[in-house]
């Protein structure tokens, strides 16, 4: 609908205190994508101690990963609405899932997931639940961004390519082939 959305928001305000929405995404104005006013903010939960990590566009929904859980809120209707809450589903850093045409793509420590624009599909059970199980990266205390999983997709192959750390000490990869 011609509108920006941008999660776990810091801004200075007219005094130059710096201040934190860590749970709250904003909504711009239609066509106006650097705007975004204060009736234009949405809480899909408040205070849950869990930061937005990342925000994903596909079809008209926004997938808002915080460190828990995931919301799927709808963005096809002139307002949005909370459409699904599913716990377990979130995402460590910003790097662990990316946007494809074929829809969006992530892993955490229960597995690789994918969101097609009507449901989410687990793409380890059954597949590679046990070798998922020992090459993610489970303990992620003192680890920087770099450090992490990340996953990636590559259009022409139809691969995922999840790195297990961008460290150069730990090389390892899954290639999953849709």
Same mark, same amino acid.
């Given at each position: 609908?011609?509108?920006?959305?941008?999660?776990? /928001?810091?801004?200075?305000?007219? *005094?130059?205190?710096?201040?934190?929405?860590?749970?709250?995404?904003?909504? *711009?104005?239609?066509?106006?994508?650097?705007?975004?006013?204060?009736? +234009?903010?949405?809480?899909?939960?408040i205070?849950? %101690?869990?930061?937005?990590?990342?925000?994903?566009?596909?079809?008209?929904?926004?997938?808002?990963?915080?460190?828990?859980?995931?919301?799927?809120? +709808?963005? %096809?209707?002139d307002?949005? &609405?909370?459409?699904?809450?599913?716990?377990?589903?979130? /995402?460590?850093?910003?790097?662990?899932?990316?946007?494809?045409?074929?829809?969006?793509?992530?892993?955490?420590?229960?597995? /690789?997931?994918?969101?097609?624009? *009507?449901?989410?599909? +687990?793409?380890?059970?059954?597949?590679?639940?046990?070798?998922?199980? *020992? &090459?993610?990266?489970?303990?992620?205390? %003192?680890?920087?961004?770099?450090?992490?999983?990340?996953?990636?997709?590559?259009?022409?192959?139809?691969?995922?390519?999840?790195?297990?750390s961008?460290n150069?000490? /730990?090389?390892?990869?899954?290639?999953?082939?849709?």
């Open positions: 609908n011609r509108k920006m959305y941008v999660g776990n /928001v810091r801004k200075v305000d007219a *005094s130059g205190v710096l201040q934190h929405y860590p749970d709250e995404m904003w909504v *711009s104005q239609i066509d106006r994508f650097d705007t975004f006013p204060k009736r +234009n903010r949405l809480s899909v939960t205070n849950d %101690g869990d930061e937005i990590i990342a925000l994903h566009q596909f079809a008209d929904r926004v997938l808002q990963f915080k460190r828990n859980n995931l919301f799927i809120i +709808n963005a %096809g209707q307002s949005e &609405f909370l459409e699904g809450k599913y716990p377990f589903m979130g /995402v460590e850093f910003k790097n662990s899932a990316v946007t494809t045409e074929v829809g969006i793509i992530w892993a955490n420590r229960h597995g /690789v997931y994918m969101y097609n624009g *009507s449901n989410i599909q +687990n793409l380890t059970d059954n597949r590679i639940k046990t070798t998922w199980d *020992s &090459f993610y990266l489970e303990e992620y205390i %003192g680890l920087t961004t770099q450090d992490c999983s990340q996953i990636g997709f590559d259009p022409q192959s139809k691969h995922i390519i999840i790195l297990k961008n150069a000490g /730990v090389g390892d990869c899954l290639i999953y082939d849709l």
